[in-house]
């Protein structure tokens, strides 16, 4: 994979619109992997970037207290570029808090508007890269084919059924993300994954084989999935590693954690927290 230190103006320009896929991959305080979707993300010149924050989610926290982020950007043409930055800063006003705060998406909305820019300083990125959608089906439809054969059989279950669904439809868009040995996150496309059951996401590794191969067994990683409605949930978990299931290749991951990141009430959902009596209005 070829990668660079800077963006070139063409790349400056693409990342503009909102209308494209933004995810920032963050490492909380236990040092495991945290996705996020900001389509708000784009690049401020060749080495800088920033993203505007309109709902205080787990990621803007983690970034304030350990800087190391991995990004993705994919436009509407599935043009796609990956990289890692630090975060440096964030400001409440400023021209760039006055050019988000003017476009369509936040101008005109009632409820809320862009009330952080966060700033970063670019480490490096991809080439652009356009989505090997030839691979992806294959992977996709072996995933489906298989991952019966994984199946964890707990009697138990952690994902919802809401949850389950949005992981198994073949054209929702899943990322993974681990943490490397620099301590930035680094996010690969896996949509070809789906649920094998409620307690365990499976992919085949036909689509970014040499990728997924890289992540160490056992490494706790994250795993984020987007429908087109803009339905989202994201799960963490043991990474079990490369197996064959039924003569295929497939990575599984045995789920530990899930997290609701949609907007406004963002909230863990398993394990599930205790319900906690509102005293104070």
């Known amino acids: 994979m070829n990668k660079k230190k800077e963006f070139t103006k063409e790349e400056i320009a693409a990342f503009i619109p909102d209308e494209k896929v933004g995810l920032v991959a963050t490492v909380n305080s236990e040092g495991l992997p945290h996705i996020t979707l900001i389509t708000s993300l784009q690049a401020l010149d060749e080495t800088h970037m920033s993203f505007g924050e309109f709902s ?10 350990n800087p190391h982020v991995g990004f993705l950007i994919m436009t509407l043409d599935k043009s796609m570029w990956r990289g890692t930055a630090l975060w440096t800063h964030r400001r409440m006003e400023g021209p760039e808090y006055e050019i988000y705060n003017e476009k369509p998406m936040f101008r005109y909305n009632t409820y809320f508007g862009i009330n952080t820019v966060h700033y970063m300083d670019l480490v490096e990125t991809t080439q652009k890269e356009p989505l090997p959608l030839a691979k992806i089906i294959l992977a996709s439809l072996v995933t489906k084919a298989v991952k019966s054969g994984a199946a964890m059989k707990h009697p138990a279950p952690v994902l919802k059924p809401l949850a389950q669904n949005i992981f198994s439809m073949l054209d929702s868009l899943k990322f993974v993300a681990y943490i490397d040995n620099n301590g930035f996150p680094v996010i690969i496309p896996v949509i070809q994954c789906q649920a094998a059951d409620s307690r365990g996401l499976v992919f085949s590794t036909i689509a970014y084989g040499d990728e997924l191969a890289a ?5 706790e990683i994250a795993l984020y999935a987007l429908t087109m409605k803009m339905e989202n949930v994201l799960a963490r978990g043991n990474f079990s590693g490369l197996k064959r299931v039924r003569g295929f290749t497939l990575g599984s991951v045995d789920i530990s954690w899930v997290y609701n990141s949609m907007p406004p009430a963002h909230g863990q959902i398993y394990p599930e927290l205790p319900l906690e009596a509102v005293l104070d209005f």
């Open 56 to 65: 205080h989610g787990l990621s803007k926290s983690h970034v304030q207290k």
């Open 215 to 219: 992540i160490p067994a056992h490494t």
